[in-house]
């Protein structure tokens, strides 16, 4: 994927190990999963490739994330997302994966601009990859699910996994907001404001969820399986991700 630029933005395969490094350190301080050395890293880091995005002024990191490609289902349990959720149903996939993981984006940055060259340099890698589905969890700040009834009840009306999909509980903790809300309204001005951004990007491109979270006490989050059938996403919005790509 050659380097792309939006504004004062540059996304770019990491091609150093200092890169890595320097994406590991804006994680720990993003998610607070920094040891002794403040860095956050996992066995994962070694065989995804990372994307970063720098301000071209001063050279600042500023967003990070990970791609895992799969060549299709069957490998499904090399994810990170297999860690803590039983995904048998998607070893039927047929097609190119590629789990998308550990996105963050500096905390003293809120450019829009940042989020754009993010998607645009995933939209990118997706079309030059031929990928089919695009998947990971989507987490939400914090472990306690009451802050986020409205969100969760919004899920589980509009955005839970086709059957054939759908992933399994096999996280010890979990929240099973498809059960337990299957009455709840969502206040729907309230659920979206309670949605994280990178889920709701998810969600505008026709992606679904599983149908409940889980509590992951390490991270401090709660988060649900989110995935995206390429071949879905509605032809008005692949436009517009195709010419952020540009």
Known sequence: MPTLTKRRYRAR??????????????RALTFGTGGADDLDRDTFDAVCTHILVDDCR??????????LP?????EIGRSYSAQFYELSALARFDGPMVEMGRFCIHPDWCDPDILRAAWGAMTRYVDDHGVEMLFGCSSFHGTDADNYLDAFAMLKERHLAPR???????????????????????DAKLAM?????????????????????????????????????????PATRKRLLRAVAM
């Open 13 to 26: 395969i990491s091609v150093a190990p200092a890169d890595i490094e320097a994406a590991q350190r804006l």
């Open 70 to 74: 799969l060549n299709d289902g069957a």
């Open 164 to 186: 054939r999909w759908l992933p399994r509980v096999k996280a010890p903790l979990v929240f099973r907001f498809a059960q337990s809300l299957r009455l709840r309204k969502p």
């Open 193 to 233: 404001l309670g949605m994280p951004p990178l889920l709701r990007t998810y969600l505008m491109m026709g992606g679904w969820v599983s149908d409940h979270a889980v509590v992951d006490p390490e991270m401090g989050t709660l988060h649900v399986f989110t995935g995206v059938e390429i071949r879905a996403i």
């Open 58 to 67: 001063s050279g600042q990191l500023v967003c990070c994330f990970r791609m």
